[in-house]
């Protein structure tokens, strides 16, 4: 249950009897629709109408939400997005103007859906959020709005909003206890948001992209393939980041670092063109490409340096470490990582840790973290193991004053306490931009 003050904080404590699905092991017979599409119904419907846009996929789905809600704002549209899951405050879900809503507007819709909970049995925590995020932006007026799905796509809370623009980000094996063996059915799960006759943008490659092509297809949804038919390719290296082409027409500077994240642009630059009906410019994409991304290759100011990513797939930490060689290259960092049984973590952690002078394991909270013991059958070189994330705080700051860089990643659920540390040491903000 997130940790919040005030009035938010009560409104959740009431929450706490129904399902938490992010927190508790998953099951495929717990997930459906049947409980979002009651409370919506007994809240009078407030998703019809409102002008979304819906992102899907494995990896990149945050990046391009807040790289969407960027561009859209500077195209003066009014926002509001809705994102999964938060790093350390409930209130980073909600968002209206590219911030997070106020924590009694958000209370103030949570109430409400809570109290037509009552006559909409089978609803989870996550139902409650996706309600209230569309009697917010409802109320709001919000003229574009940014919702990204919590798990797979056919039967997310979300899958009940009526698009403008479809997203599928990527597609890798995950929550494959949930969403089916293989990427082929998790591909199926992700590409049922895809709606008839809406326009859809994907980065998906391989056998995925088959099939969400294939669906795109069979409901008559225009089907845009990024790299095909919105190509962006990273030319050069700046100071800030990475130098890219955008449409094999036009080259931008970034403040971009990691390759995926050049994709996450390019997908939201795309988007924004489908939805706003006109060609995003250069000078656009380079604007948003400086936008802040709590927990996505992000250096928190203090001593130790500390680098966090929300890296937890295969192929993104993978990523991780390469963007890790990139930038820094010979550098050996202390990794600090926890991750969760549903992830396929054993060949990336392998990867990690041999970069590492020392890796530190740590168990995250809840049951679904995998505990150090576990961990260190597939680290290489020096390990530690750790009885919690606090333990591991409190030796990340006996390393002060000896020139350590420290590398944190596997989990949102790891990357989020280290920032609150970070940032309360210093008494500044928590990275809302």
């Known amino acids: 249950m997130p940790q919040e003050n005030g009035r938010l904080a009560r409104v959740l404590a009431r929450l706490e009897g129904l399902p938490d699905l992010e927190q508790g092991r998953r099951r495929r017979e717990a997930f459906g629709l049947e409980g979002i599409e009651g409370l919506l119904t007994a809240l009078g419907r407030p998703q019809e109408g409102l002008p979304v846009i819906h992102i899907a996929g494995s990896k990149g789905k945050g990046t391009t939400a807040l790289y969407l809600v960027d561009l859209l704002e500077g195209a003066g549209h009014r926002t509001g997005a809705f994102l999964s899951p938060h790093l350390h405050s409930l209130r980073e879900r909600f968002l209206l103007g590219g911030r997070p809503a106020a924590a009694g507007r958000i209370a103030n819709h949570l109430e409400k859906a809570a109290a037509a909970a009552g006559g909409a049995p089978g609803c989870t925590l996550f139902d409650l959020y996706t309600a209230a995020a569309m009697g917010l932006f409802r109320t709001e007026a919000c003229n574009a709005v940014v919702l990204e799905c919590g798990l797979g796509g056919r039967l997310d809370s979300t899958n009940l909003a009526e698009p403008l623009v479809t997203v599928v980000t990527t597609v ?52 845009h393939i990024l790299g095909t038919d919105y190509p962006m390719r990273i030319c050069g290296r700046g100071s800030e980041g990475y130098t890219v082409e955008w449409e094999k027409k036009e080259t931008i500077d970034t403040a971009i670092k990691v390759p995926a994240q050049v994709r996450s642009l390019a997908l939201a630059g795309a988007a924004f063109t489908l939805f706003c009906g006109r060609p995003v410019t250069a000078a656009e994409l380079s604007r948003a490409s400086r936008r802040l991304l709590p927990g996505r290759f992000e250096y928190l100011p203090g001593d130790p340096a500390i680098l966090v990513d929300v890296a937890h797939t295969p192929r993104s930490l993978a990523g991780l470490a390469r963007a890790f060689r990139t930038w820094h290259p010979g550098q050996r960092p202390i990794l600090l990582f926890g991750t969760a049984r ?42 530690r193991r750790l009885p919690s994330i606090d333990a591991g705080l409190a030796d990340l700051c006996r390393l002060r004053g000896r020139d350590k860089l420290v590398l944190v990643t596997g989990s949102h659920l790891l990357v989020g306490p280290v920032r609150v540390a970070r940032f309360a040491e210093r008494k500044g903000p928590h990275g809302q931009r």
Not at 360 to 376: I, S
């Open 342 to 383: 549903d992830k396929r973590w054993r060949r990336p952690l392998s990867l990690l840790s041999a970069l590492a002078a020392e890796t530190w394991l740590v168990t995250l909270p809840g049951d679904r973290g995998v505990p150090p013991g576990e961990l260190a059958e597939a680290a290489v070189g020096r390990v």
């Open 172 to 223: 890798e094996r995950e929550h494959e206890e949930v969403l089916g063996r293989g990427v082929a059915r998790v591909a199926a799960e992700k590409g049922g948001i895809i709606k008839p006759g809406v326009p859809l943008v994907t980065g998906c490659r391989g056998e995925a992209l088959r099939v969400v092509r294939d669906i795109a297809r069979k409901t008559g949804a225009p089907c």
